[in-house]
């Protein structure tokens, strides 16, 4: 069941009434996918969408992905313990690629919708849960994944914190991962290194984080429309510690909640009020942020609002066709600039800057992989490709790499834009699969065969960093081909130019 359906759940467990329960579940079981072009993107013929189904389907099914910086694909199973690895082939192929399971979460942590990231080592970090085992918890239980020792360590919660569920995340240009506590204005830094946790400054926050979204901008700070002071938008920069007002998002994004008190904690003596919902929000490559809109009051369809980074201004984006809304919905920046939206009626959908345009049925997450293509998870897995192509300058540019490249060592490479212009990945709020860190691809010019060599220790996790010198590591696989071949270096999707070397 999607977040929306287990919530339900336990608002019926704690009385509410039926019919409510039946309205909420008919408006957010469901998820969409939709794709917004880029403004003064030309595309060549009509816009197009394919759906391909990967040849093997994962073992128990998917409820979230993220992308690992060796290439391959971390995916949570429906059972929320176990946990599945998808490789590409040998030519580079997801739809042909096969499921391995790794280790599974530490004992008594079988988490759904908690806050997470790829750090910029390359390991993944889960920290919370909105449901443990089942169980409406707000648990605030985490763990690690380490991809070369394949084992999950767990990860203790900040000090006080008891409970911290489905909460918003980020991780900052500076590598450190923030997280908002769901049920107050407090915010705490992990330090990846220590795995000790800091008190951040919530100065200003003008109502508690719940439900909330949080987008990382050009500049380092932090992009949120708020959904309990709706139609109220905030931003927070790091380096000064506060929020601040970012102004109206002149139309209303949020769901009103139909519910009272969600009973929590020792006996169900402690009660959560939700604030309602909201959709996910996405940077586009011209710097502006496409924030997408729940059901509104009258159960009308959801609205969204455009903010611009570089003027700081709001619009008004487009209203949801056919009554549809992206309440708790996955969104991902394509590399033509669209950004791809599931809404709750299951009809996909794209953003050319102005319109939203209704494309095929998709359920399930979403994650955008080197290719270019979108692995949409739940149900029948596929992958999701549309028309247009990505403009040369948001492209990865490398400045220096090593012409000579041995098997099973490491080497360190440098450029611009490594990280892509945006996170490129958002959900309403929790589930966080962001994918803004370089990925090295090799491919060896006589036999064709793809390799990807594990990225770590990236200079920077920021967006859109312009001129800027940022580099990576990057480990030649021990098992790759030799001889002469062609390393790209890959965010977001989009290949920099090619860099010829020789594998040794």
Request: aromatic share 8%.
């Amino acid at each position: 069941m999607v977040p929306a359906v287990r919530e339900s759940s336990a608002l019926a467990a704690a009385g509410s009434p039926l019919a409510v329960l039946k309205e909420r579940l008919d408006i957010l079981s469901k998820k969409l996918v939709r794709i917004a072009l880029i403004v003064g993107l030309a595309l060549s013929g009509a816009q197009a969408q394919t759906l391909k189904t990967l040849v093997n389907q994962p073992p128990d099914g998917i409820q979230i992905t993220f992308q690992l910086t060796d290439g391959t694909i971390l995916a949570q199973g429906n059972g929320a313990s176990d946990w599945w690895r998808l490789t590409p082939d040998n030519t580079g192929s997801y739809v042909n690629g096969t499921w391995t399971q790794v280790a599974s979460l530490p004992q008594g942590y079988v988490p759904d919708d908690f806050a997470s990231a790829v750090l910029a080592d390359g390991r993944v970090v889960i920290t919370g849960g909105e449901y443990n085992n089942g169980n409406f918890a707000l648990t605030n239980q985490g763990a690690i994944y380490d991809p070369k020792a394949n084992t999950w360590t767990p990860l203790a919660p900040p000090k006080g914190w008891n409970y911290i569920g489905d909460s918003p995340s980020v991780v900052l240009p500076n590598g450190k991962f923030v997280v908002g506590n769901k049920l107050t204005k407090q915010m705490r830094e992990l330090d990846p290194q220590t795995l000790t946790w800091t008190s951040l400054s919530s100065k200003g926050k003008s109502d508690f984080n719940a439900e909330e979204g949080w987008t990382l901008l050009p500049n380092g700070s932090i992009l949120t429309a708020d959904v309990k002071d709706a139609p109220n938008s905030e931003i927070y920069a790091p380096p000064a510690k506060e929020w601040v007002s970012a102004g109206s998002t002149i139309v209303d994004l949020h769901s009103p909640s139909p519910f009272g008190c969600i009973h929590y904690g020792p006996v169900g003596k402690l009660c959560y009020y939700p604030p309602g919902e909201i959709g996910p929000q996405i940077l586009r490559p011209d710097g502006t942020v496409f924030v997408t809109g729940s059901y509104t009051s009258n159960n009308g369809p959801g609205n969204t609002a455009i903010y611009d980074s570089l003027t700081g201004k709001w619009a008004v984006g487009p209203v949801f066709p056919n009554g549809d809304n992206a309440g708790d919905s996955f969104a991902v920046l394509l590399t033509n600039g669209n950004v791809l939206v599931e809404g709750d009626s299951g009809t996909s959908y794209e953003f050319d800057g102005t319109h939203l345009t209704p494309g095929p049925k998709t359920y399930g997450s979403l994650m955008l992989l080197p290719t270019g293509e979108v692995l949409v998870g739940g149900g029948t897995t596929s992958t999701y490709t549309s028309s247009g192509t990505y403009q040369t300058s948001w492209a990865p540019a490398v400045t220096t790499c090593p012409p000579t490249i041995t098997r099973g060592s490491t080497y360190a490479i440098s450029g611009t834009q490594f990280n892509g212009l945006s996170q490129a990945a958002a959900f309403g709020d929790e589930l966080q699969t962001a994918t803004n860190y370089p990925l090295v691809r090799i491919t060896n010019k006589a036999t064709n065969h793809v390799f990807y060599a594990r990225t770590h220790d990236h200079s920077t996790m920021g967006v859109a960093t312009g001129t800027e010198s940022v580099s990576t590591n990057f480990d030649v696989p021990p098992t790759m081909e030799t001889g002469a071949s062609a390393l790209v270096v890959v965010a977001n999707g989009i290949p920099s130019a090619v860099v010829n070397v020789t594998v040794q």
